[in-house]
């Protein structure tokens, strides 16, 4: 079967991903947006089922029953915990997941207690005004000490805080305040996932809107921990055969990726992705007319890192929508994201990227089909002085 670039419903993508943007997801509090993306399946008619913790997998049917493919996105994000709470009232706050003080300076936020009581505040520099410290604002140092949270309630000490029932261990999430501008660049914290997520979702409603028929069974595999490193280590079914994950793309002056364009990975602080799978989704963007870029990133992993860690035999490669400020003030654009949803769904449409070898878990040396797709000449044999003597 040809693969068939499909129109994606822009406006359908767009409104799911500001709602996903506006539902607090930070790593281990998940419960939420894990609902509104099952909501979400349910009106796309697609059968899904959640692991004990709570990551989720839809299945996409295929002529062929075995071996699948999987695309793997994240609902969960970078956010804040409570570590202690101060004798002025103000809380010391940890980050969940990797991200600098640095961003987090001036961001509005909300506290979840475990009960239904939920508090919005600020984290700030703890010198926060010139007025009042003058040069030392701009001298004092970046860090997690260097910030604390700010809450909009009259507290003046721990005692006052402990009575509204916030403690150690609440989860803070920092607000997304998304916008998209008129010339499409979409600004929110939480882009990374929010908007793979919502790309991967209007791929999989053009697929069942275009009545087609898939090849290759799927799965789309969506984790809660990918932040803090764990991704898809859990939740995957064996006999997947390659996974692509969506995640964000670094755009900034030390890479090449766009905020228009849909960037291919080549490798990550993982190490590098498999390059027959990588050459393919190159060759299906060129094929196309999708803007695509090749990058490696140095600081970067994804899902698809902590499955190949966890043991899993496939290939696997990252695809994603080139992202400025990326776990900071974000902003990609809506091209990119559309241009990634319409490769995942031509991707979908394809054979298993060697479809005669990786129908099998084993196969003899003979059929691997490496030297026909990377051949390489023998370096030159060295001599020595035993030569020589002959």
Do not use: C
Not at 67 to 92: F, Q, W, Y
Not at 217 to 223: E, K, N, S
Not at 362 to 367: F, I, N, Q, S
């Amino acid at each position: 079967m040809d693969a068939k670039k499909l129109d994606i419903d822009l406006d359908w993508l767009q409104r799911v991903m500001l709602d996903m943007l506006r539902i607090p997801s930070p790593t281990g509090r998940t419960d939420e947006i894990m609902q509104y993306v099952g909501e979400v399946l349910e009106d796309l008619g697609l059968p899904f089922a959640l692991t004990r913790r709570g990551a989720m997998f839809a299945h996409l049917e295929g002529t062929r029953d075995v071996p699948e493919r999987a695309v793997v996105v994240h609902t969960d994000t970078i956010g804040v915990m409570v570590h202690s709470i101060k004798a002025n009232g103000r809380l010391r706050v940890v980050p969940i997941g990797t991200h600098s003080a640095r961003f987090s300076e001036g961001a509005r936020v909300t506290v979840f207690t475990d009960g239904p009581e939920r508090y919005s505040g600020t984290i700030l520099p703890l010198l926060a005004s010139g007025h009042a410290y003058a040069d030392e604002v701009d001298t004092q140092g970046v860090g997690w000490d260097h910030v604390e949270l700010r809450l909009d309630e009259q507290v003046a000490t721990d005692d006052d805080v402990r009575a509204l029932g916030v403690s150690q261990g609440d989860f803070v999430a920092l607000t997304a305040l998304p916008e998209v501008t008129a010339s499409g660049f979409v600004k929110s914290r939480h882009l990374d996932d929010k908007a793979g997520v919502a790309a991967a979702l209007a791929a999989v409603k053009a697929l069942r809107e275009h009545d087609v028929e898939l090849t290759v069974p799927a799965r789309l595999l969506i984790t809660i921990s990918e932040e803090v490193g764990h991704g898809a280590s859990h939740g995957l079914q064996t006999g997947v055969a390659e996974m692509v994950s969506i995640d964000s793309a670094i755009v900034a002056p030390v890479q090449h990726s766009t905020e228009t364009g849909v960037t291919i990975a080549m490798q990550d602080l993982h190490g590098p992705f498999d390059y027959h799978l990588t050459r393919k989704l190159l060759k299906l963007a060129g094929d196309h007319g999708i803007e695509a870029n090749r990058d490696v990133f140095t600081h970067y992993r994804s899902d698809v890192a902590s499955a190949l860690e966890a043991g899993a035999e496939m290939r696997a490669a990252l695809i994603g929508f080139g992202t400025d400020a990326t776990h900071g003030h974000e902003r990609t654009h809506l091209d990119a994201i559309r241009q990634v949803a319409e490769l995942t769904a031509l991707y979908l449409q394809t054979d298993l990227t060697h479809g005669d070898w990786d129908v099998h878990d084993l196969g003899p040396l003979a059929e691997f089909p490496s030297t026909s797709v990377q051949p390489a000449p023998r370096e030159p044999g060295i001599r020595t002085s035993d030569d020589d003597a002959e």
